[in-house]
């Protein structure tokens, strides 16, 4: 059973035995000897890492002199060329937590913490200058924030069905993105699966960040009935992510193209979703991704024998990031 236990003064959390025995069934047989070195980081939050993803549109020498005197480093120098010099994330290999940044009101953030394995399907959707995009499923933001650390969307949709976390979103927007910019974003608050009936054929790149089995969370889940209630919740993802993706294909322009990700290792929830996808729409193709992957494979740990279009990040010690699968698709 999991508590939050009070260590040391410190809030510590504690692993949830029924996610992880769901888990070690799964993940041993769909990930070999891979998953031991996984469950490891996993299971050890003291070994988790964060990325900066800095605001471009509130730019501190400041904060970048501190990151460099703590040791930190910029995570894609020069590997991916269609990167902008504007987007600049750091990461450094030891553990811990840069602090937060406090909401203040009328003034812009500099920084977002994330995993820095969220930034990949941001950036094998290659959202270029002018084009018309939709974050599906965008709260808390951090993707979309990403996106405009990459480029200038000609239009930016950003849904989220939740009630509370759209407001999450909107929040996450206005202490990033200043005006005139921010007049170009709409939010939302539709269901993911009828935007394609709503808005079709309106976009050119649309992101999936799809609902999913959240392994680093789940593993340390309150109690043995959320826990519980969530693997049963669980069977029932892969058939909302195959709607939200057929909605999104119906949402974009001909040409246009799509990433999905989730951050569970499931192949359940990944892998078999978009084979599902592909051998059932007749006008999408899978887009080779290998070349990015092999771009950031310093500082990401993949794992091997995945498609050219897919990719899943493995959490390893000093490169905790991910669990993360990224696939990518175009509309004929
Ligand atoms: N992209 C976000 C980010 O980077 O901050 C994280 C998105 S999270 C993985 C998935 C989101 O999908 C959740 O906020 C969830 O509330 C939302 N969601 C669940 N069902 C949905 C639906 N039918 N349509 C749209 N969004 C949905």
Redesign the pocket.
Known sequence: ITLENKTKGKLQKQICQVALDHFEKQYATELGEAWASVRDVLTYPSCWQYAILLNKFSPSAELENTLHVKGYHPAFPGSLPYLPASFKCYIRRTPGRFPAQKHQAGKLKEYYLLNAA?LLPVLALEVKDGEDVL??????????VATLQCAYPGQFHC????DL?SRWLKQTIESFIPDPLINLIMVSK????QIGDLKPELYDKV?V????S?DRSWLFSSDIQQATLRLIQRKELPS?QFQ?LRSAIKALRPGGSLVYS??TLSKAENSNVINLILNSCSNVMPVDISEMAKAVSQEFTFLGGMQQHELLVLPEKGRAWGPMYVAKLKKM
């Open positions: 969220s974050d599906l499923c965008a709260a808390p933001g951090g993707k979309s849904n989220e069905y939740d976390r539709l269901d993911g699966r992101l960040d799809a609902p999913c959240n909302l939200l989730t951050c």
